[in-house]
């Protein structure tokens, strides 16, 4: 419980001398978004591949300058279950979840997880729309693999979150991005690529 509150203190700090030292900085400070985002993950270190992951990120940017901006976000994810589809003899086909696998090679077969993060993001301009971007910061995550909706690890506690990516924006404001993030959680990190959308005002 102390990390979370210091972690929060910190961004709340941060934030504020940000905001008032550059509020006059820019004309259009403030963007929202969020994107889509799929890969793996990896427990403790594990040999043992799993399901892949599907999450969503939601998030705040504001600008401090042209090329540095605080981000605050949440994301979700889930671990993907397996589809299986099979023809039975009236040639009519039927499909359903495999969700019995052993993940990690543990006793576990979901894996739900969140993010709380606080970001520094960087931009590099490429031309006058497409941007080259950075981000890192910490994060307030909580992650539970389960065994048929019974919890077996539950785990809490602040990790670094990192990610690069590609970004485009029209003058209207609205933009589009692609790119890389990992979640460190400790003894579970997740890999991911995203898509997303954005709007800056």
């Given amino acids: 419980m102390n990390r979370k509150l210091t972690f929060l203190l910190l961004l709340a700090f941060t934030a504020s001398l ?7 900085t820019l004309t259009n400070p403030h963007s929202f978004g969020g994107h889509i985002a799929s890969g793996g993950i990896e427990f403790n270190n594990s040999t043992a591949d799993g399901d892949g992951v599907a999450q969503v990120y939601g998030f ?12 605050v976000g949440l994301n979700i994810g889930a671990d993907v279950d ?24 543990l006793e576990v ?6 993010n709380l993060v606080a970001a520094v ?16 910061g910490a994060q307030l995550y909580n992650y539970e693999l389960n065994r048929r909706h019974r919890t077996v ?27 890389f993030e990992k979640f460190d959680m400790d003894d579970l990190v997740s890999t991911t690529a995203n898509v997303g959308i954005s709007y800056n005002f």
Avoid at 82 to 105: A, M, P, V
Wanted: charged fraction near 25%; hydrophobic fraction near 35%.
């Fill in 18 to 24: 940000s905001i008032s030292a550059f509020a006059d």
């Fill in 60 to 71: 705040y940017n504001y600008a401090i300058t042209e090329n540095f901006a605080l981000e």
């Fill in 82 to 105: 397996d589809w299986e589809c099979y023809e039975d003899r009236h040639d009519d086909w039927h499909c359903s979840t495999n969700n019995n696998d052993s993940l990690f090679g």
């Fill in 109 to 114: 077969n979901e894996v739900e997880y969140s």
């Fill in 121 to 136: 993001k960087g931009l590099v301009p490429v031309t006058q729309r497409n941007s080259l971007y950075a981000k890192v």
């Fill in 153 to 179: 690890i539950d785990d809490d506690g602040v990790g670094l979150y990192l990610a690069v990516g590609w970004q485009y924006e029209w003058d209207m404001g609205i933009g589009m991005s692609a790119g």
